[in-house]
Each structure stands twice: as C-alpha cells, then as structure tokens.
DNA sequence: ACAAGTACGCACTAAATAGTAAGTATGGGG
DNA sequence: CCCCATACTTACTATTTAGTGCGTACTTGT
C-alpha cells in the first residue's frame, strides 16, 4: 500500500501513517476506551467494513501505533490497544481534533 | 473528490481537508514563504504534478485554507497564500510534524 | 439441525486518486 | 518565425483504496 518513506519531513512522515480513511478515528476509540476488541471496534466506527478495518489494524500494527493480542479461546478474542508511539501520535493530534471542531461549528453557522 | 462532510469528529474534520498528497507539504511551504507563485511551489514540492497542484489549490481554496490572488499582467502571475484558517491548521499540525520527526529518528536508528 | 457470534482472509468489483502528455493565450528574445 | 516562460485545463491511463459477499473453524443457544 502506502509508501513509509522517503520522507521529506516529520509532517510528511506522520501524515503517512494516519492517512487512510479510518485511522485517526481507531486512534481515539483505541485511547478513550483503552483495550478493544475487533467487533467492538466496528461497533464502535459506524460505517467501516470488516475488511477496511482488519487493513487499518494491520498497517497500524506494523507502524507500531497499536499493539495486538490474540487470546487462545473459542470463540476467538483479540484485543487491539495503543502503543506509546500511537499514544503520543494520538496526544499530537489533539490540536489537529480542535481545529476541526471549530471547522465544524464554521460550517453549521453559515452566518 | 473527498466528502466535506458529515463528520463524526473534529479529527475527522480537520482530516479531511488535510488529507491529499501535498496538502500539509502545500501548508508549511506557504507558512514559511509566505506568499508564492504557482511556479515556486511547484519547485518547492519535488515530485509534484501541475495537475495535483492545481487541483489541491484549488481545494484548499474553497476549503478555506488558501487565498488565491490573481494579477494582470502578461506572463500571468498567481500568488498563493494562507488564511487565518490555513495559519491555524498549520500551527495545529505542528505537533504532528514533531511526533513525525521523532518517527523518522526511530526508522534510522534501526538499533 | 441450524443460525449466530467470533475474527478474520480472499476474490472480485467499484470508486477515488494520481500520473502523462498535450493544448491555451500572451509577449519577449534570438 | 519559433521557442520559452507563465499558469493553468483537458483527456486519457494507471495505480491505489475501498466496498461486497462468501468462506473458515469452533461453540453456544433454539
């Protein structure tokens, strides 16, 4: 898929592994509900597929912003967690959070 | 192309207009030059198309986040530069750029 | 016996995004 | 006269990303 490098600078850097339709969005269930499972996860993102989310989790994983682990149970739990990287990456994206809700009451208020 | 809306977020919102190849290169180029001609950030942006750059422009202007000014002359001249909203957004990212960097420390030292 | 829930993978299709090459109008330089 | 530069647009193609639906293996519930 995507590209992880050469980078012209940390921006392009970042951008890259949070870029995908989801990603930002896994980022913040992930931090505000702490340990998810992959359904709860899907519950919790109205809209995204099971295929898009299995990607994202994956590309995710191996850019060491979130962490998984399988338990040996029938049926099958899996829990998908922040890394400190993904937690700090998702800390960084607050400013970003807060510009868009201003965004966001700009465009309801078409003054 | 993209949605402008509905989001179910700020980072979604702000995501949005962000996301695109070039958009945050586009961001910080005009954030450290100030205001420039179509040309220069086409050289300012190795890689780029004249056809994303102007695509991107032209989103970005309708997103508000750059203004388009035109003079006339012959050879036409086009200045791009940021909006308030634009300044914004780009200071908003500047944790992400930082959380990039430290990203690109960690891929060089394999260790 | 059969459907549901679990966490996916795979094949196929559709849609979005990006690249390439050419064309537009104007004036200056060789 | 022809080419270069400016700032694009348009048409066409290629690549990437996303959506749909089915299959898997096992267990509990009806």
Do not use: F, K
């Given at each position: 898929m995507g590209r992880r490098g050469p980078?012209?600078?940390?921006?392009?850097a970042a951008m890259d592994v949070v870029s995908g339709k989801w990603k930002s969005l896994i980022?913040?269930?992930l931090h505000h509900h702490g340990a998810r499972r992959f359904g709860e996860l899907?519950?919790?993102?109205?809209?995204v597929s099971e295929k898009m989310?299995?990607?994202?989790?994956?590309e995710m994983?191996?850019?060491?912003?979130?962490?998984r682990e399988v338990f040996d149970q029938v049926p099958p739990r899996v829990e998908y967690s922040l890394t400190d990287s993904?937690?700090?990456l998702n800390?960084?994206?607050r400013a970003v959070g807060v510009w868009g809700q201003q965004r966001l009451r700009r465009l309801a208020e078409p003054a």
């Open positions: 980078y012209v600078c940390g921006i392009d980022l913040w269930e899907r519950r919790g993102l109205p809209g989310l299995a990607q994202h989790l994956r994983e191996e850019d060491d912003l979130v962490r993904g937690r700090s800390e960084a994206l």
